[in-house]
């Protein structure tokens, strides 16, 4: 937690209020304080995070541009007072001592993972060593025995509605989870229903005429891009998916919002949220314009369609600040940035609450993975 300081201000403004309540006026007179030469004109602003966890994505950006992002770069953080929090009491009072133990020595091993300090110090990427308790250690069929520990019985338990609240697969991109999402999905009961969207050309000013000729909507259909739902959307009744934009942030429906899918329709999708403060609320889904912000795209095209992606498994990124009891890390390639595996390993609570399927060269499981930590981040906590 990072606590501005600032100097008692010394200008006084005065508003005055008249509120009708039950046909009576009555009048308020609110007074607050402003300085122009104080940051944030005057207010205590508390910001609060954590550093080991995966920082500010710069697109094509390098470590330097990486870190110069980060609040801890900024001029104001000569101005912020460090208080740090020292005890977890949600999970540590009124449970066992030996219990009370177990987290803390997990927690322990979690900040050393994010500080790298696991396997000697690092800085920058590090291969390190995981211990063998946390490792699925099927060698005959192990991306199964993963999916197993995740989603143990899920034709007898996908009915109910806590069963995917709390447990998710995670890799760190993209193309993994879809092959994971596409796996438990033909897995899953019931009648497929899909979904295709409307891709077409942004216009711009000077048009795009030729454009029209050389991408057509076939080719646009083709695009997988990163924060877009896919131009074929597969679904079937019960099955967990993730919003992935703000339709009505005051209900909850927020991007990175879990639901599972009650009905559907040709034009709207039913779902009842899963996750949040808003569990158990039923909402309409509807088919939306989304615009793609990677910039690597040499043309400005919007798709047509749900919000939604099947999360069965999601990668590191999005599942950082998703509560879990049970987690699979599946590292078919590496981690990538820094904070990526601290984030992952700190989805759960318990150390049992986890396993990994590390993945080779050859395709082999291993216990070693990479570890990617930027410690100029830590020079000024």
């Known amino acids: 937690m990072y606590l501005s300081e600032i100097e008692q201000?010394?200008?006084?403004?005065?508003?005055?209020?008249?509120?009708?309540?039950?046909?009576?006026?009555?009048?308020?007179?609110?007074?607050?304080?402003?300085?122009?030469?104080?940051?944030?004109?005057g207010k205590v602003i508390v910001f609060g995070g954590d550093f080991r966890q995966i920082l500010l994505v710069v697109?094509?950006?390098?470590?330097q541009e990486i870190v110069n992002t980060s609040l801890c770069s900024s001029y104001l953080w000569r101005k912020?007072?460090?208080?740090?929090?020292?005890?977890?009491?949600?999970?540590?009072?009124?449970?066992?001592?030996?219990?009370?133990?177990?987290?803390?020595?997990?927690?322990?091993?979690?900040?050393?993972?994010?500080?790298?300090?696991?396997?000697?110090?690092?800085?920058?990427?590090?291969?390190?060593?995981?211990?063998?308790?946390?490792?699925?250690?099927?060698?005959?069929?192990?991306?199964?025995?993963?999916?197993?520990?995740?989603?143990?019985?899920?034709?007898?338990?996908?009915?109910?509605?806590?069963?995917?609240?709390?447990?998710?697969?995670?890799?760190?991109?993209?193309?993994?989870?879809?092959?994971?999402?596409?796996?438990?999905?033909?897995?899953?009961?019931?009648?497929?229903?899909?979904?295709f969207s409307s891709d077409s050309?942004?216009?711009?000013?000077?048009?795009?005429?030729?454009?029209?000729?050389?991408?057509?909507?076939?080719v646009l259909n083709g695009l997988k891009v990163s924060g877009l739902p896919n131009h074929r959307l597969v679904l079937k009744v019960g099955v967990p998916i993730m919003l992935l934009r703000n339709i009505d942030q005051r209900n909850g429906m927020c991007n990175g919002t879990r639901l599972k899918v009650t009905k559907l329709y040709s034009r709207v999708i039913e779902a009842e949220i899963i996750s949040g403060g808003n569990i158990?609320?039923?909402?309409?889904?509807?088919?939306?314009?989304?615009?793609?912000?990677?910039?690597?795209?040499?043309?400005?095209?919007?798709?047509?369609?749900?919000?939604?992606?099947?999360?069965?498994?999601?990668?590191?990124?999005?599942?950082?600040?998703?509560?879990?009891?049970?987690?699979?890390?599946y590292l078919r390639q590496p981690v990538f940035t820094d904070g990526q595996l601290y984030v992952a390993l700190s989805r759960v609570t318990r150390r049992d609450g986890i396993k990994l399927l590390i993945l080779d060269n050859e395709g082999r499981p291993t216990n070693k993975t990479m570890n990617v930590v930027y410690k100029e981040i830590f020079n000024d906590l």
């Open 59 to 63: 697109p094509n950006g390098g470590r």
């Open 201 to 218: 050309l942004r216009p711009t000013e000077d048009g795009n005429a030729d454009q029209q000729k050389i991408y057509s909507p076939d």
């Open 80 to 195: 912020c007072k460090l208080l740090s929090l020292t005890r977890n009491i949600r999970l540590t009072v009124g449970r066992p001592s030996f219990e009370v133990e177990e987290i803390n020595n997990f927690a322990k091993w979690l900040m050393d993972v994010g500080e790298g300090n696991v396997g000697g110090s690092n800085d920058g990427e590090a291969i390190i060593e995981i211990p063998p308790d946390l490792l699925i250690d099927s060698t005959s069929n192990p991306i199964s025995s993963l999916v197993d520990f995740v989603y143990p019985s899920i034709l007898e338990n996908y009915n109910d509605r806590n069963y995917f609240s709390n447990r998710a697969i995670i890799a760190p991109k993209n193309e993994v989870v879809h092959e994971i999402n596409d796996r438990l999905l033909a897995l899953f009961p019931g009648e497929e229903k899909e979904y």
């Open 280 to 329: 158990g609320s039923r909402t309409f889904i509807p088919r939306i314009n989304l615009v793609p912000s990677d910039r690597k795209i040499p043309f400005a095209f919007q798709r047509r369609q749900f919000p939604i992606v099947v999360c069965f498994a999601m990668t590191i990124n999005k599942s950082q600040g998703q509560p879990l009891s049970k987690v699979g890390l």
């Open 9 to 41: 201000p010394a200008i006084t403004l005065l508003n005055d209020l008249d509120l009708n309540v039950d046909n009576y006026t009555i009048s308020i007179r609110i007074s607050w304080t402003v300085r122009s030469d104080v940051l944030f004109g």
